[in-house]
């Protein structure tokens, strides 16, 4: 059912971009707002394993080193509980508490974090669905939390000063806290947008959650001995 509930998303946004039975868009309200999306329903498949592979379409254990390679900025950072809703995303006000990778002038104490959650309606109702680093059971950071992200410029068309997105991997936005508050998400189960706002993840099971949080650890042990 987990399967059905993934398949469900791809064929959705496939649907958008071939026929257009679902459009992506930016609210007025949400945007002055954000706090109008809490009763929405968030589509989202959990976090597992299998999922995960069958996304990047890999059967190996996974290397995440890329994610240290591949990123221009890796900050740890607190989430001062400032967003809105701009640019078919949620910008997330940050302060930088410390740099692993790339530099932050010193004048650039908050950057902005475009975290890939968008706005659908669907054919009776409208939706928050997750992409990128959102697709696989991610959810918004919760305010006054600490977390290591692994950044890239966000593209000039979006058009804000120290934009940036998250890289394409469920662990691109790491809890700095050992205890990482998540969510067992059922076969089937939707829940809404208010209900994600004390989690970091929503995951498939207990295994697939430790296998997340071991490799959480790993990869901030990698940032630190480097």
């Not at 607190?78 to 530099?103: C, D, T, W």
């Amino acid at each position: 059912m987990r399967r059905a509930v993934f398949v469900l998303m791809g064929v959705l946004l496939m649907s958008a971009t071939m026929v257009g039975f679902l459009t992506r868009i930016s609210f007025s309200d949400f945007a002055s707002d954000p706090s109008r999306l809490n009763n929405l329903p968030y589509i989202a498949a959990p976090y597992s394993v299998a999922e995960e592979r069958r996304f990047t379409g890999s059967s190996k254990k996974h290397d995440d080193s890329w994610l240290i390679e591949q990123s221009e900025l890796i900050v740890h950072i607190r989430f001062n509980g400032e967003r809105k809703y701009y640019a078919k995303s949620f910008l997330s006000s940050v302060e930088v508490a410390g740099v692993y990778k790339g530099s932050v002038e010193r004048s650039e104490s908050d950057i902005m974090i475009y975290e890939p959650l968008g706005v659908y309606q669907l054919t009776d109702h409208r939706a928050v669905v997750g992409e990128g680093a959102y697709l696989l059971g991610g959810t918004l950071m919760r305010s006054g939390a600490e977390y290591v992200l692994f950044l890239k410029h966000a593209p000039a068309r979006m058009d804000v000063p120290k934009g940036y997105v998250l890289l394409e991997s469920p662990l691109a936005k790491l809890p700095v806290s050992r205890s990482c508050p998540y969510r067992l998400l059922g076969e089937g189960e939707v829940v809404s947008m208010s209900e994600t706002a004390k989690v970091d993840l929503l995951v498939a099971s207990e295994d697939d959650f430790r296998n997340y949080d071991s490799r959480c650890l790993a990869l901030l042990s990698q940032l630190v001995d480097d």
